[in-house]
């Protein structure tokens, strides 16, 4: 065959610079992804977290809700079969609650026609006796049964969970209870849920952790940050109730006044963390009682 002319090959004309282009991109993304940064695509939503590459990522903010982003978009996908609208998470300390679901509670500043839906989850109670992230996920699933019983059922009045939103539950893998045990109510005003080990939910957190998920921005109450820093806790152990309050029996820790007692007398005297204090009759250092 003959050559084509010189203006007709292929190699003519913008297609180097556009190749060189494309490299460069290439090269860039790959040097992003070596300097320790999570980046996860969940269907065509780009996800950053990384706790290194760069002063943005650092941001406590786009940490958390870009972990919290990843775990909306798995469970949609794995539970809800991608059915459910996006909303707006919001972190919010409502008294005796791990979360909740309002519906409608936000509108388009520039469209006062488009509204969505709020999913709130409370901070206080991250690490709460018998808490840990898989539990957090699985209020933030508890509450997408709300949101699509709004959507696609028919909700209850008020705060009332029906059944139809029960049966919904279940079907997720969470069994609704009033006590979050076997055998309590599965229907009524307060309502929370355990996790059927054998169920879709447990089965889409392993996977969601398998991505790499993690809440990192932790609020702990003060007797468990105490344990965690003076190691009686390990950080990935899952605190009782036998340690510090419960949500059913709530009480005021008073941390800035801690038990010093004198070895020789058993002298007991209360001070802040760290303070140096000698028993006047014995003139021993006093010792400061730790966390049993």
């Known amino acids: 065959m003959p050559l084509s002319p010189a203006g007709d090959s292929p190699q003519c004309g913008p297609y180097p610079t556009f190749h060189i282009f494309f490299l460069i991109t290439l090269i860039s993304f790959i040097i992003i992804v070596s300097y320790d940064t999570n980046i996860y695509f969940y269907d065509d939503v780009l996800l950053i977290n990384s706790n290194e590459f760069s002063h943005m990522l650092l941001n406590p903010t786009s940490t958390t809700y870009n972990s919290l982003l990843l775990a909306y978009q798995l469970l949609n996908d794995k539970l809800f079969k991608s059915t459910l609208p996006f909303c707006l998470i919001t972190l919010q300390r409502e008294k ?170 058993n002298l007991n005297a209360w001070a802040k963390i760290g303070a140096n204090l000698v028993c006047g009759d014995c003139e021993e250092p006093m010792v400061y009682q730790e966390l049993n």
């Not at 054998?198 to 952790?209: I, R, V």
């Open 96 to 265: 005796k609650s791990f979360g909740y679901f309002c519906a409608n509670k936000f509108t388009h500043n520039d469209n006062l026609m488009k509204s969505t839906d709020e999913i709130a989850l409370n901070p206080q109670y991250f690490r709460s006796p018998g808490r840990d992230d898989r539990m957090v996920i699985s209020t933030l699933a508890h509450e997408m049964c709300h949101l699509w019983q709004h959507h696609h059922g028919k909700p209850g009045r008020s705060r009332y969970h029906n059944k139809e939103w029960a049966t919904k539950m279940r079907s997720i893998g969470l069994i609704p209870s009033d006590t979050g045990k076997p055998g309590g109510k599965d229907i009524g005003d307060a309502m929370t849920h355990y996790i059927d080990d054998s169920g879709l939910f447990a089965q889409a957190f392993t996977h969601l952790k398998n991505k790499g998920f993690a809440l990192e921005w932790i609020e702990y109450l003060p007797l468990i940050k105490e344990a965690l820093v003076l190691g009686k806790i390990d950080p990935g152990e899952i605190v009782t109730a036998s340690n510090v309050e419960t949500l059913s029996s709530p009480r005021k820790v008073d941390t800035s006044k801690l038990k010093y007692t004198c070895p020789s007398c």
